[in-house]
């Protein structure tokens, strides 16, 4: 059982894409990793697969001692044996309710009663698959965002039942491991992230439906507009900066602004076929889809380059402090 100032050995149940950057989270971390797949293939394969990331990453200076933190990753053969010494078990299985029902039931009697035991869900509230367990207080959601090896966010969603210990506990972990935990206070359907995401989105497709802009220029607001500022600061702390005399002289003098912008952001209808059709034309126009793949490596190497900076960032701060 890891102490107060030890790292925690982790179980990484699930070895697909999310499975695999956890791997790379904890094991450059410190952490002692096992891995463990119902495919047991597929465990093996994603070795290799988490090594080529780490190679990677370590080229953009994220990743310290390639072959120390491979070395501190194994793979089980049961899922017994996987989580037998685990102190944190991160869940990366299906969105499917009955698998997670049966995989925390397996958990939940296999782990040690100390062991914390988090699911990666992207959507499922943590009440849904663990009221009936008898280790339910030690039970979370901890989303990240995708790959969480390059964006450290992790929503820590509890269910009602679930201990302030856990997830404090949880909290310290994700520290520890260079993430940046946010606690959701209660649950809520699609967390805190995917919230703000889905209303910006919904805003963007009625931007471009009802004609007031193109997709491209669209995005052009967002990454050359909004998105260099939220790079590196929330919304929050974007208003407490861009008044003279921070937030609250933000909301005086544009609060009414926004007040009469809302009236006409009420729509909660589906995305229409046709506008989906029309902005999947646009983007296949400025990307073929024979290009997607090559483009998720470039996205993934600027938030390489980008994580970099940060964390470049952080240390002249605080060797500056």
């Avoid at 009955?98 to 925390?104: G, N, P, V």
């Avoid at 699911?119 to 969480?148: D, K, M, Q, W, Y």
Wanted: charged share 20%; net charge negative.
């Amino acid at each position: 059982m890891m102490n107060a100032t030890s790292l925690p050995a982790v179980s990484i149940i699930g070895t697909g894409l999310i499975g695999q950057a956890w791997a790379v989270v904890f094991a450059r971390a410190g952490c002692q990793t096992t891995l463990w797949d119902g495919n047991a293939q597929a465990a093996q394969a994603a070795l290799a697969l988490v090594r080529q990331q780490m190679e990677t990453l370590a080229s953009y200076g994220l990743v310290d001692d390639v072959p120390g933190a491979m070395a501190r990753i194994q793979v089980a053969d049961s899922l017994e044996s996987a989580v037998a010494g685990a102190d944190y078990v991160q869940e990366n299985l299906p969105e499917v309710l009955d698998i997670k029902l049966d995989i925390f039931a397996r958990l939940n009697a296999a782990a040690p009663l100390h062991a914390i035991l988090a699911s990666s869900t992207s959507g499922i509230p943590a009440s849904a698959f663990t009221e009936n367990l008898s280790g339910r207080e030690r039970c979370l959601v901890a989303h990240p965002v995708n790959p969480p090896s390059l964006i450290p966010v992790v929503e820590l969603s509890g269910a009602s039942w679930t201990s302030a210990q856990t997830l404090a506990r949880t909290r310290d972990i994700m520290n520890a491991v260079k993430q940046k935990p946010v606690t959701v206070m209660k649950e809520i359907n699609g967390f805190i992230l995917n919230r703000l995401q889905g209303a910006l989105l919904r805003e963007a497709f009625r931007l471009v439906e009802q004609g007031y802009v193109s997709v491209e220029d669209l995005d052009t607001t967002v990454s050359d507009g909004l998105g260099l500022r939220w790079s590196f600061m929330g919304p929050f702390e974007t208003i407490d900066l861009n008044a003279p005399a921070g937030i609250s002289d933000y909301a005086s003098r544009y609060g009414p602004l926004y007040q009469e912008l809302a009236k006409t952001q009420v729509d909660t209808a589906p995305w229409p076929k046709a506008l989906i059709d029309d902005i999947t034309q646009a983007r296949r126009a400025a990307l073929p889809a024979s290009d997607l793949a090559t483009r998720r490596s470039w996205r993934d190497q600027r938030l390489m380059a980008l994580a970099a900076h940060k964390r470049q960032a952080a240390d002249d701060q605080t060797e500056t402090s």
